[in-house]
């Protein structure tokens, strides 16, 4: 699941998109791994 995650994650920011974007799915991904890291 995670990997899924970070996978489809590197996609999107593989495209053209704004920084303001990329900081959302890297905030985003943070938060996935602060979840599996507590559990």
């Given at each position: 699941m995670l990997n899924f995650l970070i996978m489809s994650s590197r996609k999107r920011l593989g495209k053209n998109m704004t920084q303001?974007?990329?900081q959302d799915d890297l905030r985003l991904i943070a938060n996935?791994?602060?979840?599996f890291a507590y559990t």
């Open positions: 303001i974007e990329n996935i791994i602060l979840v």
